[in-house]
C-alpha cells in the first residue's frame, strides 16, 4: 500500500519555504530540453537552467522536462531563471498535492498524479507531476526519472507531427492524456485481482483471502482519493479563459476530461465489486461453517440413542441382590444382539436423514 507521506519537516515553516517531503533521494537531477517546430526538432540533456535561453529566443515550442525535485537549490534558481511564485515552487517539492489547476500572472500551473503497478508484489507507486505552462515554453517535473514521457520523444521525433504543429498547450494536454491513459492499465490490474479474488472465493476461504480482500480495497480507495480530483481540474483547465489556451484545445482538453469520468465511474464500479466479495466471502464463511455444524449434529444426533443403549447397559448395579433384573445381561447374545440393535438404529437415522435432505 502507498504510504501516507509525513508533513512534519513543514510544521511551523513560513509559506513559500522548499521543503521535499517525498523519498529520499541522492541520483542526480535529469534535465531533458525539447526544442521543436514543425521542420526542426532538437533532443538533448542540459546542466545549467541558462542553455534554455537559447531556444526561447527561436521561433518555436521549448520544452525542459525535469527529472527529480529534491535539488532544492536548483529549483530555486529555476524559480529565479523564469520568476515562478514561490508558493508554486514549495507544491512542487511538496509531493503530496492533488491535481489541481492555478493560473498566475504570464503563466498555469498544473499538478496531475501518475499511478502505476510495480514491484513484483503489485504494490501501487503514486508520483506528482507538475506542469508550468508559458506561451512557448512548457516546464514538467517528475519526482524521479521514468520512462513515462519517452513514446512522446518518440512522437516528436517524426516530422509532420501533431504535436509539432502545435503550441506548448497542446503538448502538455498529451503529457496529461499520457498519464491518464496509464490509469487504464492500473484499473486493468485492478480487474485482475478482483477475478483472482473471485476465484479464490469460489474455491477456498483462507485468512489470506480476506487479507487480500481488504488490500485491495485499501488501494483501491487511494486510486480513487488520487483520481478524484483531476476531474475537477480538467473541468476547470476546460473552461479556463485564458491566452495560454488557445480556443482549439477546448476539444482536446473535453476529451481527456470524459477519460477520466471513464476512470472515476470503473473505480466506482471496483469499489462496489470490493465490497461484494467482503460479503461474498463472508458469506461463504458463514456457509462454510454451518456445513460443518451440520455434519456434526448429525453426528451427536447419531450417537445420542447409541450413547443412551451403551450407557444404560454400563450401569453398575448387583442384580442378585436388587429386586428388579436385567434379563439380558445373562443373555448368551446379548452382546451382538446390542450391537444388531445400534447399527439398525443408526440405519434408521441415517435414512431419516437423507429423505430430509439433511445428509
Known amino acids: 500500500m502507498p504510504r501516507r507521506l509525513k508533513h512534519s519537516k513543514k510544521t511551523g515553516l513560513p509559506p513559500g519555504t522548499m521543503v521535499h517531503t517525498g523519498k529520499k533521494r541522492t541520483e542526480k537531477i535529469k534535465m531533458t530540453l525539447v526544442y521543436y517546430n514543425e521542420k526542426d526538432y532538437v533532443h538533448q540533456e542540459i546542466t545549467k537552467i541558462s542553455e534554455v535561453d537559447s531556444f526561447l529566443s527561436k521561433p518555436g515550442i521549448t520544452w525542459l522536462n525535469i527529472a527529480g525535485i529534491h535539488d532544492i537549490n536548483l529549483l530555486q534558481d529555476l524559480g529565479n531563471h523564469f520568476n515562478i511564485h514561490p508558493l508554486v515552487l514549495e507544491d512542487i517539492v511538496n509531493t503530496d498535492q492533488r491535481a489541481k489547476s492555478e493560473a498566475y500572472e504570464n503563466y498555469q500551473y498544473v499538478v496531475i498524479r501518475k499511478l502505476s503497478f510495480v514491484d513484483e508484489e503489485q504494490e501501487m507507486e503514486s508520483e506528482q507531476i507538475s506542469f508550468i505552462l508559458f506561451k512557448n515554453l512548457l516546464i514538467s517535473f517528475q519526482e524521479a526519472i521514468h520512462?513515462?514521457?519517452?513514446?512522446?520523444?518518440?512522437?516528436?521525433?517524426?516530422?509532420?507531427?501533431?504535436?509539432?504543429?502545435?503550441?506548448?498547450?497542446?503538448?502538455?494536454?498529451?503529457?496529461?492524456?499520457?498519464?491518464?491513459?496509464?490509469?487504464?492499465?492500473?484499473?486493468?490490474?485492478?480487474?485482475?485481482?478482483?477475478?483472482?479474488?473471485?476465484?479464490?472465493?469460489?474455491?477456498?476461504?483462507?485468512?489470506?483471502?480476506?487479507?487480500?480482500?481488504?488490500?485491495?480495497?485499501?488501494?483501491?480507495?487511494?486510486?480513487?482519493?488520487?483520481?478524484?480530483?483531476?476531474?475537477?481540474?480538467?473541468?476547470?483547465?476546460?473552461?479556463?479563459?485564458?491566452?495560454?489556451?488557445?480556443?482549439?484545445?477546448?476539444?482536446?482538453?473535453?476529451?481527456?476530461?470524459?477519460?477520466?469520468?471513464?476512470?472515476?465511474?470503473?473505480?466506482?464500479?471496483?469499489?462496489?465489486?470490493?465490497?461484494?466479495?467482503?460479503?461474498?466471502?463472508?458469506?461463504?464463511?458463514?456457509?462454510?461453517?454451518?456445513?460443518?455444524?451440520?455434519?456434526?449434529?448429525?453426528?451427536?444426533?447419531?450417537?445420542?440413542?447409541?450413547?443412551?443403549?451403551?450407557?444404560?447397559?454400563?450401569?453398575?448395579?448387583?442384580t442378585s441382590i436388587s429386586p428388579y433384573n436385567m434379563p439380558e445381561l445373562k443373555f448368551y447374545y446379548g452382546y451382538p444382539a446390542v450391537w444388531l440393535v445400534m447399527i439398525i438404529v443408526t440405519i434408521i437415522m441415517v435414512i431419516y436423514f437423507r429423505r430430509k435432505k439433511w445428509l
Do not use: C
Open 147 to 318: 520512462p513515462i514521457f519517452n513514446s512522446i520523444y518518440d512522437r516528436l521525433k517524426v516530422d509532420g507531427n501533431r504535436i509539432r504543429k502545435y503550441g506548448t498547450d497542446y503538448l502538455m494536454y498529451v503529457l496529461i492524456d499520457s498519464v491518464v491513459d496509464e490509469y487504464f492499465n492500473v484499473l486493468d490490474e485492478f480487474g485482475d485481482k478482483l477475478e483472482d479474488l473471485e476465484d479464490q472465493i469460489m474455491e477456498q476461504q483462507e485468512r489470506a483471502t480476506m487479507q487480500n480482500i481488504q488490500h485491495l480495497r485499501r488501494e483501491l480507495i487511494y486510486f480513487r482519493k488520487s483520481v478524484w480530483p483531476l476531474r475537477d481540474m480538467l473541468n476547470s483547465l476546460y473552461r479556463l479563459d485564458t491566452p495560454l489556451i488557445d480556443a482549439s484545445m477546448r476539444i482536446y482538453l473535453r476529451d481527456v476530461y470524459d477519460h477520466s469520468i471513464h476512470v472515476i465511474d470503473t473505480v466506482e464500479n471496483y469499489r462496489d465489486m470490493v465490497m461484494s466479495l467482503t460479503d461474498t466471502y463472508m458469506s461463504s464463511v458463514s456457509n462454510r461453517m454451518n456445513e460443518i455444524m451440520k455434519v456434526l449434529t448429525i453426528i451427536a444426533t447419531i450417537f445420542i440413542p447409541l450413547t443412551f443403549i451403551v450407557g444404560l447397559y454400563g450401569m453398575n448395579f448387583d
